[in-house]
């Protein structure tokens, strides 16, 4: 059944209905689908370079001390038995989608906290891709990989990005030949774990360096995937890029939007002067991937038709 069908245009309407008329949410329940677990880690590192355990592993470990005799034992047991108690499966797609929202935006609170504290805690990061990802042959990246998690001041968020540094130590004279720099903005149901293999490739073989991040709600990024939040994002790792990659040079900053990442990508060059603009698989806006019809008009999201006009 295609979105053009009256039964998947009445299911539209109700799931729009059910988030109080937000195009937002709708947009971003069928448009995001990260995935879960993620393909990386952000290891986080202390001051004194000691290895820090995630919060969420703690708390498991605290569900799982016994539980003593004293006079709060019923209390306890009651909260880890809710804790650990299964969640009910919704009934129908659009209340699968509704609770899935309703999780997503519990996460972000919880991820807004924490990167807060590491951030206050002076916590740094290594990237640790998922040990399945990585080719028998392959060989490392030659150059400098850094893991920073950027602040996203207008959504309250982090950011995470993983920069490609090809030559990590310039001198004056081979700043005058200027390293291109790609921002690179993966597709959907992907993170910046399962692309990185890709992206050492092109910042090895064509001699540049890479700069990914994951979407708001993907991997080790705080906040919600929602449309608005993309453009948000890419502006905030893209303002990073040029003040500590590109040497405060717009110009030498190359960007790569592979299918979903054409959204923000075509944004951000409607608005920003840049080096360069790469599609991979693009679509014309959001609702036109499902179906021709402006009927769901109202509810399209991304529309790269109008924005490649203007970059």
Excluded at 25 to 51: H, N
Excluded at 119 to 124: A, H, M
Excluded at 135 to 144: H, L, V
Aim: aromatic letters at 8%; proline letters at 6%.
């Amino acid at each position: 059944m295609c979105c053009c069908c009256p039964p998947a245009i009445t299911a539209l309407l109700c799931l729009w209905i059910r988030n109080g008329f937000s195009k937002a949410s709708v947009a971003g329940a069928l448009t995001f689908f990260p995935p879960d677990p993620p393909m990386y880690k952000f290891r986080r590192i202390g001051k004194d370079g000691e290895i820090l355990e995630d919060e969420e592993e703690e708390e498991d470990a605290e569900s799982s001390v016994e539980i003593d005799d004293s006079e709060n034992s019923e209390k306890q047991r009651l909260e880890i038995e809710s804790k650990n108690k299964p969640e009910e499966k919704p009934k129908n797609a659009i209340s699968a989608m509704s609770e899935r929202q309703k999780l997503l935006q519990k996460h972000a609170k919880k991820a807004y906290k924490k990167d807060m504290r590491d951030q206050e805690n002076g916590v740094r990061y290594e990237f640790v891709v998922e040990p399945s990802l990585i080719p028998n042959r392959f060989s490392t990246f030659i150059g400098r990989m850094e893991a920073v998690k950027l602040y996203n001041e207008k959504i309250k968020s982090f950011v995470a990005t993983v920069i490609y540094r090809v030559n990590p130590q310039r001198d004056e004279e081979s700043r005058q030949a200027p390293t291109r720099t790609l921002l690179y903005s993966h597709g959907n149901a992907t993170d910046i774990g399962a692309m990185s293999i890709m992206q050492c490739y092109l910042a090895r073989g064509l001699n540049v360096n890479v700069v990914m991040y994951d979407y708001s709600g993907y991997g080790a990024s705080g906040g919600t995937p929602l449309e608005k939040n993309t453009y948000s994002d890419i502006e905030t790792v893209f303002n990073y890029v040029v003040k500590h990659v590109a040497d405060d040079k717009p110009e030498d900053v190359i960007i790569y939007g592979q299918s979903v990442g054409s959204g923000p990508s075509c944004h951000l060059c409607s608005k920003k002067l840049v080096g360069g603009l790469i599609l991979h698989s693009p679509f014309m806006s959001g609702i036109r991937v499902l179906t021709p019809s402006r009927a769901l008009a109202c509810l399209d999201i991304f529309p790269n038709i109008d924005r490649i006009k203007k970059s």
